[in-house]
C-alpha cells in the first residue's frame, strides 16, 4: 500500500469551476507539499505545509495533521491549470519524500 | 538565483551502454536527492546525498546504479549497461537542508532518459 494516496486519479473542468484534489497519508510526517508538474515538463512546488491554510493567488491548500488529509482547491479554473497535480509527504524519521501518483486535471475552455 | 538545473534534459542510449545524469542544486543547497518516474507511475526516491557523502540509497537498484556528490561539480547519477526498463524520467530535488519540517525541496526539469 502505498503511503500516500491521492483522488480522484483524472479529472477533466470547465473553465471557471472550482476544483478540489484530495490527499491522504497513513504515516507520521513532518510536512506535507503540493507539487505540479505540466506533461513532459519539469516539477514546480507549490506549497509546503505542516498545519492549517495557506493561500497562492487562486491556489488553497489545506492540512488536518489529524485525519491525515490534505486539499488543494483551485478556484476559477483555466485550461493553464491543466497539469498533473502531485501530493508528496516527508516523514518525522527517514530522508525522503514519498509521493501520490498525482491526479491529472484537463480544464476545457 | 539559478534553480536546480538538470542535464541532459533528454538522453538517448543504446541498450548496453552507460548513461550519466547531472544535477547541479540550487546555489547554498548541499543536499540532493534523486527520485524516477517510471511511465504512468509516481516519483520513486532513490538516493540521498550530501557533499561528498552518500546518506540513503534505499531505494538505488543494488546493480548498474551508482550516484556521487563530490565536493566540486554536480551530483551525478550514473546508470550502467542500461536496459529498456531503465527509460524513465529522473528528477533531482535539491535542499538546504534534511527534509523536514520546514525545508523545503526544489526540483530541476528532470532528464527524460529513453533506451532504445
Known amino acids: 500500500k502505498n503511503e500516500v494516496e491521492q483522488s480522484p486519479q483524472n479529472l477533466t473542468a470547465q473553465e471557471g469551476e472550482f476544483i478540489t484534489i484530495n490527499c491522504s497519508y497513513s504515516?507520521?510526517?513532518?510536512?506535507l507539499h503540493w507539487l505540479q508538474q505540466h506533461p513532459g515538463g519539469g516539477i514546480v512546488s507549490l506549497f509546503m505545509?505542516?498545519?492549517g491554510k495557506k493561500k497562492h493567488g487562486r491556489l488553497i491548500a489545506t492540512i488536518n495533521i489529524q485525519e491525515k488529509h490534505s486539499s488543494l482547491h483551485i478556484t476559477a479554473s483555466h485550461p493553464r491549470d491543466s497539469a498533473v497535480y502531485i501530493c508528496?509527504?516527508?516523514?518525522?524519521?527517514?530522508?525522503?519524500?514519498?509521493f501520490g501518483t498525482g491526479t491529472s486535471l484537463t480544464v476545457i475552455p | 538565483n539559478a534553480g536546480v538545473m538538470q542535464n541532459p534534459r533528454h538522453l538517448v542510449r543504446r541498450r548496453g551502454q552507460e548513461a550519466r545524469l547531472r544535477c547541479s542544486p540550487m546555489?547554498?543547497?548541499?543536499?540532493v536527492y534523486w527520485y524516477r518516474q517510471l511511465p504512468e507511475e509516481g516519483l520513486k526516491f532513490m538516493v540521498y546525498?550530501?557533499?561528498?557523502?552518500?546518506?540513503?540509497e534505499s531505494g538505488m537498484p543494488k546493480e548498474r546504479f551508482s550516484a556521487e556528490f563530490p565536493k566540486e561539480g554536480p551530483s551525478i547519477l550514473r546508470i550502467q549497461q542500461v536496459v529498456r526498463g531503465d527509460s524513465a524520467a529522473y528528477f533531482c530535488?535539491?535542499?538546504?537542508?534534511?527534509?523536514?519540517?520546514?525545508?523545503?525541496?526544489?526540483f530541476g526539469q528532470g532528464t527524460r532518459l529513453t533506451v532504445v
Open positions: 530535488a535539491s535542499s538546504p537542508s534534511r527534509a523536514g519540517r520546514n525545508t523545503e525541496a526544489f
Open positions: 504515516v507520521g510526517i513532518s510536512a
Open positions: 505545509l505542516s498545519s
Open positions: 508528496a509527504v516527508s516523514l518525522n524519521t527517514g530522508n525522503q519524500f514519498y
Open positions: 546555489k547554498g543547497h548541499s543536499h
Open positions: 546525498l550530501q557533499k561528498e557523502n552518500i546518506i540513503d
